[in-house]
């Protein structure tokens, strides 16, 4: 993963902080609490999967944006 990422270096030093904090709410009925380390894992996970998949810096990807965390893990990527 780029280390130059502004959003990637401040998702790390929170995790480094506090990982057991909860950094974003999925909403409905049953809210779902997602921590600071449970995103970064999602994080470096879905990079993975695009590097994987031959994705690559200065690729264009299109993506739906979902309300919940998820719109997070690839915001950051």
Known sequence: MSTGS???E???DTVTTDPSSVAVI???P???RVT???L???VLALHDDLRAHGVGEGDC???WLPN???ALVIQTV
Do not use: F, N
Request: glycine fraction near 12%; avoid cysteine.
């Open 26 to 28: 999925d909403g409905g």
């Open 6 to 8: 502004a959003l990637v």
């Open 30 to 32: 049953d809210p779902i």
């Open 10 to 12: 401040l998702l790390a």
């Open 61 to 63: 990807v299109g993506v």
């Open 40 to 42: 970064s894992s999602r």
């Open 36 to 38: 600071r380390a449970e």
């Open 68 to 70: 919940w965390s998820d």
